[in-house]
């Protein structure tokens, strides 16, 4: 079965960091880019970062500067570093495999991405 389990989600202060992990398993996703989503409360799910199989990276605009992604194949995982957090990054994040091998560029679309993980909540209070 194959599968995305996001995790390191908390409970945070306005300014915090925090590392967001994404395992997969069932199969290996290194010739898929991924990607992070996040949706807060009433608002719909959007792209956050992504990365190509490449290594190639993209960000939304919200938290250029601030986040990073980036992939450890060989661990088949994928990591969301953010810093500098701020409250209306609260969410719960979602990570999120390509439905097409060797995008070059990450998808920012929702429609672009076949499997997505369960989610994991970040909070952050000011």
């Known amino acids: 079965q194959v599968q995305l389990v996001e995790s390191g989600g908390g409970l945070l202060q306005a300014g915090d960091s925090l590392r967001l992990s994404c395992a997969a398993s069932?199969?290996?996703?290194?010739?898929?880019?991924m990607g992070w989503f996040r949706q807060a409360p009433g608002n719909e799910r959007e792209f956050v970062a992504g990365?190509?199989?490449?290594?190639?990276?993209y960000y939304a605009d919200s938290v250029k500067g601030r986040f990073t992604i980036t992939r450890d194949n060989a661990k088949n995982t994928v990591y969301l570093q953010m810093n500098t957090l701020k409250p209306e990054d609260t969410a719960v994040y979602y990570c999120?495999?390509?439905?097409?091998?060797?995008?070059?560029?990450?998808?920012?679309?929702?429609?672009?991405?076949?499997?997505w993980g369960q989610g994991t909540q970040v909070t952050v209070s000011s």
């Open positions: 999120a495999a390509d439905r097409i091998r060797w995008r070059h560029v990450p998808s920012i679309r929702l429609n672009e991405y076949a499997i």
């Open positions: 069932g199969r290996t996703f290194d010739n898929f880019a």
């Open positions: 990365i190509s199989w490449s290594g190639s990276t």
